[in-house]
């Protein structure tokens, strides 16, 4: 789990603002694609209908890549976060902050419990894009948490999306509604640390299993996001997109196996791998069917999946 740690700030020291620490990366992974062929040569030259042909193609744009900044990122006692918010949300509602199970001020949520409509007073540092604290924002409950299937701490705000965009003009990062994809560019935007980690999803991992927790199709990065303590609840954000699809949670630091801080992946089969200085992130796409009007949890709405009490 990516909580703070006395070895992780000595780290930073050492390495010096803005350097990532060193950290052991296994081999390449089966989850990498090899390189494309190049295209098979033909000899002699183009003939005028492909040559016209080639002239008249309409031009092929690559995707417009979304500036990533640390607006709307923030940063909690312990961990990292976001402001975010659904793709229905309305600006009226109220603003909803994303972090961790394992962040939660009460401790760790127990292996199949979970934590609905709490009472919160919890404080946030909001981010702006230069990773520049410009408010406090203040929690009335907490909406939902639970260390279970998944990892996530979401706290309501005593604050709507509108007031805070009034206020900071900075804007709730959207939440994406679908699974994310393999080999995405993506970053890990940490507003406790105030870094950000640019890596791909690597793939998807069955079970990821620490300690006495089970996490389902986590995800699981390349190794440059080499992410350490204090980045938990860090948004993963697709570069393409601007938008969350997935919450940084940890990684296996000492090559241990499925035990606290070096989680192991379980494949269908029940086959263990341990992959150290490895990093993963749990998906986010779940959690909107979950919310509705008003930005109310209905873990009986339809589609919604994430464990109840």
Avoid at 130 to 139: D, I, N, S, W
Avoid at 290 to 306: H, I, K, M, R, S
């Amino acid at each position: 789990m990516r909580k703070p740690l006395v070895a992780a700030f000595f780290a930073l020291v050492i390495a010096g603002a803005g350097v990532a620490p060193a950290v052991a990366a296994p081999a390449a992974t089966s989850g990498h694609a090899p390189a494309s062929a190049p295209a098979a040569r033909t000899s002699g030259t183009p003939s005028s209908a492909a040559r016209s042909s080639a002239a008249h193609a309409p031009a092929v744009k690559a995707p417009a890549v979304q500036a990533v900044t640390y607006a709307g990122t923030v940063a909690l006692s312990n961990c990292s976060g976001s402001v975010i918010r659904m793709p229905g949300s309305a600006d009226s509602d109220p603003a909803l902050v994303l972090s961790n199970g394992h962040c939660l001020e009460t401790g760790f949520p127990d292996p199949g419990e979970v934590i609905v409509g709490q009472t919160s007073t919890r404080s946030f540092t909001l981010l702006n894009s230069a990773g520049t604290g410009v408010a406090t924002l203040r929690a009335n409950k907490v909406a939902y948490s639970t260390m279970t299937d998944t990892d996530i701490t979401i706290y309501q705000l005593t604050r709507t999306y509108a007031q805070i965009r009034s206020s900071y003009g900075i804007s709730a990062l959207t939440l994406s509604d679908a699974h994310p994809t393999a080999g995405t560019a993506i970053k890990v935007v940490s507003g406790y640390w105030k870094r950000t980690y640019s890596c791909n999803v690597d793939g998807f991992v069955y079970r990821l299993k620490e300690g006495g927790w089970t996490w389902k199709d986590s995800v699981r990065y390349t190794s440059a996001c080499n992410t350490i303590g204090g980045t938990s609840g860090s948004p993963v954000i697709d570069n393409a997109t601007g938008k969350v699809v997935a919450v940084n949670n940890t990684g296996n630091e000492d090559g241990g196996r499925c035990t606290v801080n070096n989680p192991c992946e379980v494949d269908a089969s029940g086959n263990v791998t341990v992959r150290q200085g490895i990093n993963y992130a749990e998906e986010t796409y779940q959690i909107v069917p979950c919310f509705g009007a008003g930005n109310q949890l209905d873990l009986n709405a339809t589609g919604c999946v994430l464990p109840k009490p």
